[in-house]
């Protein structure tokens, strides 16, 4: 059985005070979950030096390699980093900064030269046009992690319902091929975690993640949902 993958996404939130608490307060990385944290650019390296077992991800890259960008972060220095993922696509960014799914497809182009995993998000009515602007080696020989993320599930609390996630996962593994896994994110929590598990194989999370007591709430839920199916 694969492992189940909960990312922390803390978005443009924390300073090193708050990320440092986070650190001493989260639970250690354990054998059956991937746990990633992705926070701003400036806390990666204190979050590397912190990490407890936990795996960093970025949450954006520079679409271009290295060079003449003044004010982008290219894949390659996120690796030296020690960066292993990389949100793409949040809707966030293609809402408030114009990005569209061709950029998209740079940033994954980049990441998968720097050997960091793409965390490819996407709500419905980008998922075919997400599709169509990857190229076939961006998508048949590597591992995404894909999420999805319906945009009025984001920070609502209002998840969307589990026969949906199960959809739209069966929907997306059909289209991008099952050698992906694919996450679910918005208003994920401890109380509905557990069925969320049920139909996919993770999840991205936001306003849950950001206390460190509730985020190792959701992990001992996700923990025990693991034990119960293996
Ligand atoms: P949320 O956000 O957990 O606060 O709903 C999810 C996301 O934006 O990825």
């Known amino acids: 059985m694969s492992k189940i993958t909960l990312i922390a996404n803390f978005k443009s939130n924390k300073n090193t005070a708050l990320l440092e608490q986070w650190f001493e307060q989260i639970g250690s990385d354990i054998e059956q979950l991937e746990l990633v944290v992705a926070p701003s650019y400036p806390y990666l390296e204190k979050a590397r030096l912190m990490q407890k077992g936990w795996r960093l991800a970025a949450q954006n890259v520079s679409p271009f390699p290295m060079g003449s960008y003044t004010g982008e972060v290219n894949a390659m220095q996120l690796r030296d980093l020690g960066v292993e993922y990389c949100v793409v696509g949040h809707s966030e960014r293609r809402q408030y900064f ?30 075919e046009e997400q599709f169509y602007s990857l190229s076939d080696s961006n998508l048949s020989k590597t591992h995404l992690i894909i999420a999805y993320e319906p945009i009025s599930a984001i920070g609502s609390g209002q998840p969307a319902s589990v026969g949906r996630v199960q959809t739209v996962a069966e929907k997306i593994k059909n289209l991008y091929g099952d050698n992906h896994s694919v996450i679910y994110g918005g208003s994920v929590d401890e109380r509905n975690i557990g069925e969320l598990l049920l139909v996919c194989d993770g999840a991205l999370i936001a306003s849950a993640s950001q206390e460190a007591r509730q985020m190792n709430s959701i992990i001992a839920v996700a923990q025990k949902s693991m034990l119960n199916v293996s």
Not at 103 to 127: G, H, R
């Open 98 to 127: 114009g990005e569209t799914s061709a950029q998209v497809a740079q940033k994954i182009t980049q990441l998968l030269s720097a050997q960091i995993t793409p965390i490819l998000c996407l709500d419905e009515p980008y998922l």
